[in-house]
Every structure is written in C-alpha cells, then in structure tokens.
C-alpha cells in the first residue's frame, strides 16, 4: 500500500520538472536580448584567447567589434535570428512534454537536454568564429558573404541536425 501512494507522489514531483523548463523557454523568448548578450560576451571571450587583434564588446547592442588596429575591423551584431535561443527552445519544450508525459524518463530526457543544448551553443559559437575567420581571411565583403550565407549556415544546420539526433537518441534510448 505504501508503494501504491509513493508512485502517484514520485510521478507528480517528475511532472513538475515540466513547469520550470516550460518557464525557461519563455523567459528564453522574453529575455532574449539579455540571453544575446551573454553570447556575444562568450563569443569575445573566445576571440580575445584566440586572436592578437583587438576585441570590445558592446553589451547593450549584442555586438562585438574585432581586428581592431588592423586594417579588417568589424562588429558583428546578434540579431535576433542568429541566436542560438530559439534552437534550444524547441528542446526545452519537447523535454517538458516528455517528462510530463512519461516522468520516469525525466534523468535522460534532462541529460539530454543538458547535452543537446551545450551542442547548440558551441555549434552557434563556432559559426560566429567561422564568420570572423572568414572576413579576415577573404575581406569584409566576401568574408560576410560566405561566412554569413553559406559556410554559416551549413555550421548551423549540421550542428543543430547533429544536436537534434544526440538529443533524441539520448532521451529515448
């Protein structure tokens, strides 16, 4: 009997793990302006360890200025549609259904989401330093072309396809 009672409690408390990502996805689409800040701030963080140039981030406009005092300078913005926010939201909330739905698996689906959503971050990080190596390697106008169009968007496709299938096959398996 007392099983029977700690079962409904334990399936409960797995639901309520729901409510805080279902809320985390919406402070994500609320707060995104601060959340493109903190990835500008990583992204300058990495530049300024990876590049002799100059780097300086402005925060209040997602934007980071590198190559400073060299004869490529350019500020890349963190547009709204560039944020790695809105690839991560799907995954919080395609966790919350699955737990809500089937509580026990509520340690992998959250393992996963962990996993899934540092590929997303890491794979958005890395277009953006695609992007700088590119204009400072081909020039600003033909850097951001390629960078920006094409080899951008294949790092973010392939990155987030590969997230995607991580995520999946470690939730369910």
């Known amino acids: 009997m007392a099983q029977a009672h700690s079962l409904p409690v334990a399936r409960s408390s797995t639901k309520l793990i729901a409510v805080p990502l279902v809320a ?27 590049t002799s140039s100059g780097v300086y981030l402005v925060p209040e406009r997602q934007t980071v200025y590198f190559g400073l ?7 890349l913005r963190m547009s709204p549609e560039c944020t790695s926010a809105f690839l991560v939201l799907p995954l919080l909330l395609v966790s ?24 997303v971050i890491a794979v958005n990080q890395l277009r953006v330093l695609t992007l700088v190596g590119l204009i400072d390697w081909l020039g ?11 080899l951008g968007s294949m790092v973010s496709v392939v990155g987030g396809a590969a997230a995607l299938v991580l995520f999946v096959w470690q939730a369910t398996r």
């Open 24 to 50: 985390l996805a919406v402070a994500l689409v609320i707060g995104n302006r601060l959340y493109r800040t903190a990835e500008m701030a990583l992204a300058s963080g990495i530049l300024r360890m990876i």
């Open 69 to 75: 005092g060299s004869g490529t300078a350019f500020g």
């Open 96 to 119: 919350a259904v699955m737990i809500a739905l089937r509580g026990r698996i509520a340690g992998r689906v959250l393992a996963a989401l962990a996993v899934a959503s540092a590929v």
């Open 140 to 150: 600003t106008d033909q850097g951001y072309y390629w960078g920006h169009t094409f």
